[in-house]
Structure formats: structure tokens, C-alpha cells
């Protein structure tokens, strides 16, 4: 071929290879849609050039189609297998679609052509990260830092050490991706989370705050932002942060979990399913958001469907522990006691240290009497995590009930930091005393806490804290103030509410046993004193009544929003129809103290024709404790549940049955018929769980003996 022929033939290739450097130019510009086109040119003349369609295959990529650049990139390299930058091309298009066996495959082609192909170790490292091969992905980022130590080689390098659970060293990483761009905020978002992991949560939160100023639609980091503010217990502040977060991203299944863990926070339960709901269905597969379902609707008193949730968390993810263990407290809500005995043994197989299934465990085993087992478990617990709040106060249950005074009480003062006490949390500036102080000549406020029958109960130490020399001020609940005024060793009473006086100390009625060294006993047979004058008047309204009086109480008071609280309510309080079988006592006149809602079953079964006894209904006129009081004084026996009535009647001394469940309180101690509390109570337990007509034979065969003494 002559000179000028091959000129000729030359001319085609010469313009394909000018409109390709086109095409680059505008590339390397961003101009992305004029680099297609001049690839795509330069392909029409030549469907075999290498460089176009190597390019429009990179092209592709950056567009969003990885798929689309697999197939060009793959045809690029069916031309020319020698070119690094082809295959290193091509694993970023795998990593995007998720294929990372090929995409470590392609890393590795191009490692082989160049071994100082920083971004073939980089894709090579998200691979093996995504195929769960950490170390290996650690060397591969690490390797990149040794060649491009560039900002986001750190970060990559420090997002592995993390993952690795070597935080302080993925710490220095983020540090150091930050000191080389501080603009750099998915940077500084990743060092808050270290962060937070190394419980570090105020310098955490300060990091996601520095990451939103640089970027302040970071879903991410709004998010982390409003998990770590509910972990310091700003739980308004946190909600906001995910509202955010969700306003951002509103497919945000994360965000709208976590929001619902937070409502939960805030006991607004019913918003919690909602916000729970709303993530499943983003995210059907989400097991961690339905085990956490458990929670609010075991307080909405849906068992059923707290079960069905937990049910679906341990299908999604069998080998998930927490799942087990919500699922042990649905069944524990629903009293199903053995089967969830049982789950929270699954949960502690499968993840052997894992301290909240062996608590849980505790409970039930003291629920079912086997109190052997249950100090194991919950020891075990300790074991795991001694600063565990709630096994520190199940334990201290277990112990009182078995008669442990001494650690029993020490162990209750855990309470406060129990998430169940969290309502009852309050700092009234006084220094809390425990027995260590003189109180000679100081002034000491007594808190009152827990329910009405606490408060009445636990007063009596009031006398005693008196006779260290201190003045002593008693805060009371609404209803107690007449009542308690009356109290030996008592300077003032307030009511709960209400701005103390000045004082030095305080301390929370139920720690004065701890702080006196106190156990029960019967040396204040009676401490609590009706008014004379209402007794009095008691006695001239009730004068013409033969028969021996007995008082009836047959329910305490619903806390409905309080899981456990409520519960314990529903399995301490009766019926008025369980009461039925007393119809045919002798000689026996029956008078009605129960007060609040369950109060309208007497006049509802007896609407209905009630064949149980006759009971004269006088409770409009009690006003407060201190009439009750008076009326019960006027009486002969009273007849109650486990309520604050039967702490009155024990305190004033006045022969008083309890009806028990089951698994009764610990103050009434195991296996005892009498109270060291009160000398004047008999107690009548269930035989099993819920079984009440065995207790009213019991009481029924009994108050037949006592009218008829005589």
C-alpha cells in the first residue's frame, strides 16, 4: 500500500480517536450527557473501541446503572484484559449491584495488573466487607492509606476498625479523615457513633451536631442524633431529632423504629405501635422492630397481639436472643409462667451472657415459689452486669420475702434507678439521708412514694426518726393528711405536691427501714389513731346494729398505665361476686369500705337481684382516711385484699383478714398465715394462681367460727 493510500486508511481511526478525547474532555468536566453521545458516536463507527466503550461504561456507573456498566465494561475487556483501570472499573459496578464475590474477583484482576491500584484495594475492601470478611477488608483499606492517604481512606480504614470492635483505634481514624477535610461531615457523623459506643454520649452528641452544620439534610445523622439523646434521657429532644430525620427521609424505616422506642420512653404507647407499624411496613423483615413492639402492647394490655408480634420477631430471626427474651415477657404478661420459664432459657442459650433474660427469669421463678432458683438467676445476672438496677431490685424482693432484712433493704435503695421507679424519681435539693447523719436538732422531710397502702405502711418509722432528735415532716398523698397529722413523732404534715418547708435531709419512706436498721415486728401493734370525735359519731350512727360488724374491700386501685403495677392490681383484687358464699354467715352485719371504681359492683349485683350478703353501703360518706379510720374502728373484723385498707386496719390494730394471691407481696413473707407487720392480721392465700373460691371457703368456714365465739 502506498504512502498516501495508508494516510487515507489512517483518517477514520484519527477522527474516532478525536471525538473519543472529546468525549473525555466533557467527562473530565462533568458534562456527562455530550461524553455519552461522542462515546456512543465513536462506538457506531467502531462497536470494538476499547477506550469508549470503557468510558461509557464508567458513564453508567455514575448515573445510577451499574447493570448497564457491567456489559459495557465486560465488553471493553473482552478487547483489551490487560488494562487495570477496566477491571477496577468493573468491581465498583459489582459492589453497586451487590454481586461481591464478582466484584472481589474483578479487584483482584486488576491488583494482578497493578499492585499499586489504590482503588482496586479500596473496591477489593468493600467487597470483603460486604461478604463478612473483615480482617481481610481491614489489610485492603489499610493498603489503600499506605498509597492514597486521602481523607476518605481513613474513613473507610475507620469504619472497619469499627465494625471490628476496636473503637479507640477507628476513633484516631475518623480524627484523622476529619484533620485532612473538616468539612468531611459523614465523617464526623461516623465519630459520634465511635463515640457513643465508647460511652462517650455527650461528646457523641456534640460530633452528630457538628455533622448536621456541614450537612443538614444527613438523615443519618439526625438520626444517631436522636438515638443518642434518648440514651442521655432527653427523650422530647430526641423525638424531634427523628421527626427530623423522617422529614427527611420519610421511607426511613430506622427512623420511625427508634421513634417508636422513644414514644415508648415518653408512655405514649399507643403512638409507639403506630410509628412500630409504620417501620415493619417499610422494612417487612424488620425482627428488631417487632420484638420492641412487645413492649407497648403489653402496656395497651393487648397480650394477644404483643405475642403475635414477638412471635413474628423469633420467625423473622430464630437465633435472636432479645426476641426470646420479649417473648418470655409476653407470656409473662399473659401468665403463661412455664412457657415463659422456658423462652427465657432459649434466649440465654442462645447468647449465654446476656444479663436481662436471666432477671426475667428471676421474676418468674419468684412468682412460682422457687426462690432457690430465682437468687441464682438473678445473682447470675449481677454476675454479668453488677450495675443491673432491675435485678438489684428483684433480688431485693426475693430477699425480703425470705425474711433477709439487712440485704434485702440494701439492695431496695436500687430501686431508684430501676426504669419501673422512674415516675417516682424526684429531687427535692436535701441531702438523702440513710442512718449516717446526726439528726440531732435538724429538720428532715419523709417523702411519700408507691401507693397510699406504702405511705401507711411505712410511717411508723416516723417515730423513731423523731427520737434521733430530728424535726420531722411528713409528705403524704392526697387523702392521707387527717389521717397522718395524728401521727406520733409528727411535726407537720404536707401533701404530696405541695413546697416543703425548709429541711436538711429527706429520705423516701420505704428506705427508712435501711436507714434505721429496721426489721418488722409487732412492737407497734397499733400506730395509727382514728379521731375521737368521729369515732364517737361512728358509734351513734351504727348503735342499733347487733350482729357483729365486718368491713369488705375486695379491690385495690387500676394503675393503667403501669405494665407492671396493673398487673399485680388485676391478680391481688377480686370480684364482689367472689364474696357470694359469705351469704349464709350468722349474727354478721357487712359494711362496704371499698372506694373508686370497683365500688359500683355492689349496687350493679344488686340491681341483678345479688344472692350474696346484704352489705350496708355507706362509703359517700368517707372522705378521706381519717373517716375510714373512724368507721372502722366502730367495726369488728374487716374482710380485704391486698390493699391500702388492710394497712390502715393492721395500723389501727383492728383484727383485719387478708385475701392474698397467689404470689403474694414480699412483706407478707413465705409461707406465713400471720404478719410480723401487724399483729392484729390473718392472711388467706390462693392455694394456685387465680384461685379465689378456695381462699372464700377458707374465710367462709372461718367467720363462721369467729361470730360464732360470741
Known amino acids: ?128 466487607h460486604q461478604l463478612g470478611r473483615l480482617p481481610e477488608a481491614l489489610a485492603s483499606y489499610e493498603r489503600v492509606v499506605a498509597l492514597q492517604p486521602t481523607a476518605p481512606a481513613h474513613y473507610n480504614r475507620a469504619t472497619m476498625l469499627r465494625e471490628l470492635g476496636r473503637l479507640e483505634a477507628a476513633l484516631a481514624g475518623y480524627d484523622l479523615a476529619i484533620a ?157 409462667l412455664d412457657e415463659a420459664l422456658a423462652t427465657y432459657d432459649r434466649a440465654i442459650a442462645l447468647k449465654p451472657d446476656y444479663p436481662s433474660p436471666y432477671n426475667n427469669r428471676g421474676v418468674v421463678l419468684y412468682e412460682l415459689r422457687r426462690f432457690d432458683e430465682a437468687l441464682a438467676s438473678l445473682e447470675h445476672a449481677l454476675s454479668l452486669r453488677p450495675d443491673y438496677a ?109 413546697a416543703p418547708p425548709p429541711h436538711e435531709f429527706q429520705t423516701p419512706l420505704m428506705s427508712l427501714p435501711h436507714a434505721l436498721g429496721a426489721a418488722p415486728d409487732g412492737r407497734l401493734a397499733r400506730y395509727l389513731d382514728a379521731d375521737p370525735q368521729d369515732v364517737a359519731a361512728w358509734a351513734s350512727r351504727l348503735a342499733g346494729t347487733a350482729a357483729r360488724r365486718v368491713g369488705l374491700c375486695w379491690a385495690g386501685g387500676a394503675r393503667p398505665y403501669q405494665m407492671v403495677a396493673n398487673s399485680i392490681d388485676q391478680r391481688r383484687s377480686l370480684s364482689l361476686e367472689a364474696f357470694a358464699p359469705l351469704a349464709g354467715a350468722e349474727d354478721v352485719a357487712f359494711y362496704s369500705l371499698q372506694k373508686g371504681p370497683p365500688a359500683a359492683q355492689l349496687a350493679e349485683l344488686q340491681a341483678k337481684g345479688w344472692a350474696g350478703p346484704e352489705i350496708t353501703n355507706l362509703t359517700s360518706e368517707l372522705a378521706d382516711f381519717a373517716d375510714t379510720a373512724a368507721l372502722v374502728a366502730n367495726l369488728d373484723l374487716v374482710i380485704t385484699c391486698d390493699t391500702a385498707v388492710a394497712h390502715l386496719v393492721g395500723g389501727l390494730g383492728k383484727p383485719v383478714w387478708i385475701l392474698n394471691r397467689h404470689d403474694a407481696c414480699w412483706r407478707w413473707l413465705d409461707g406465713r398465715n400471720d404478719s410480723p407487720w401487724y399483729p392484729s392480721a390473718q392472711l388467706f392465700r390462693q392455694p394456685s394462681p387465680g384461685d379465689w373460691a378456695s381462699v372464700m371457703e377458707e374465710v367462709r368456714v372461718a367467720l363462721g367460727a369467729w361470730a360464732s365465739q360470741t
Not at 474477583?105 to 499492585?115: F, H, Q, V, W
Not at 456541614?214 to 422530647?236: N, V
Not at 431485693?396 to 439492695?411: H, I, N, P
Request: with cysteine; net charge negative; hydrophobic share 45%.
Open 1 to 128: 500500500m502506498g504512502d498516501a493510500e495508508l494516510m487515507e486508511a489512517e483518517r477514520p481511526d484519527a477522527d474516532l480517536q478525536a471525538v473519543h478525547a472529546q468525549g473525555l474532555a466533557h467527562h473530565r468536566a462533568g458534562r456527562l450527557d455530550e461524553a455519552r453521545r461522542a462515546y456512543e458516536q465513536v462506538l457506531a463507527a467502531d462497536p470494538r473501541h476499547f477506550e469508549s466503550l470503557h468510558l461509557l461504561g464508567v458513564y453508567a456507573v455514575q448515573i445510577g446503572r451499574p447493570d448497564a456498566a457491567v456489559e459495557l465494561i465486560g465488553q471493553a475487556i473482552a478487547v483489551r484484559a490487560d488494562v487495570a483501570d477496566a477491571h477496577g472499573n468493573l468491581a465498583s459496578a459489582f459492589n453497586s449491584l451487590r454481586r461481591y464475590g464478582e466484584a472481589l474477583e474483578a479487584s483482584d484482576r486488576a491488583i494482578a495488573l497493578n499492585p499499586d491500584f489504590a482503588q482496586a484495594h479500596g473496591n477489593r475492601g468493600e467487597a470483603l
Open 390 to 498: 432491675e435485678a438489684h431490685h428483684s433480688l431485693a424482693m426475693c430477699r425480703l420475702m425470705l425474711g433477709d432484712f439487712a440485704d434485702g433493704w440494701a439492695r431496695y435503695e436500687w430501686r431508684w434507678k430501676a426504669e419501673q421507679f422512674r415516675t417516682e424519681r424526684r429531687d427535692l435539693g436535701a441531702r438523702l439521708w440513710l442512718g449516717a447523719e446526726d439528726l440531732q436538732g435538724r429538720t428532715i422531710l419523709l417523702r411519700s412514694e408507691q401507693g397510699l397502702g406504702d405511705t401507711l405502711q411505712f410511717c411508723r418509722y416516723a417515730l423513731d426518726v423523731a427520737a434521733l432528735g430530728a424535726e420531722v415532716i411528713l409528705e403524704v398523698q392526697p387523702g392521707l393528711e387527717r389521717l397522718l397529722a395524728r401521727l406520733d413523732g409528727v411535726a407537720r404534715v404536707i401533701t404530696l405536691g405541695e
Open 180 to 336: 485532612l477535610k473538616p468539612d468531611y461531615a459523614e465523617a464526623r457523623r461516623s465519630r459520634g457513633i465511635v463515640l457513643c459506643d465508647l460511652r462517650r454520649s455527650e461528646e457523641g452528641l456534640e460530633s452528630f451536631g457538628q455533622a448536621i452544620a456541614l450537612k443538614p439534610d444527613d438523615a443519618d445523622a439526625w438520626l444517631h442524633r436522636g438515638a443518642t439523646l434518648r440514651e442521655l434521657g432527653h427523650f422530647e429532644d430526641a423525638l424531634a431529632a427523628l421527626d427530623r430525620a423522617i422529614e427527611l427521609r420519610p421511607t426511613y424505616a430506622e427512623a420511625h423504629g427508634n421513634r417508636g422506642n422513644v414514644l415508648c420512653d415518653l408512655w405514649r404507647y399507643q403512638e409507639a405501635v403506630v410509628s412500630y407499624d409504620r417501620a415493619t411496613e417499610l422494612k417487612p423483615d424488620y425482627f428488631e422492630v417487632f420484638s420492641n413492639k412487645v413492649l407497648p402492647l403489653r402496656e395497651l394490655r393487648r397480650m394477644d397481639d404483643a405475642l403475635a408480634a414477638a412471635d413474628r420477631a423469633v420467625a423473622l430471626n430464630p437465633d435472636y436472643a432479645e426476641g426470646l427474651n420479649n417473648r418470655g415477657g409476653a407470656l409473662y404478661g399473659a401468665r403463661r
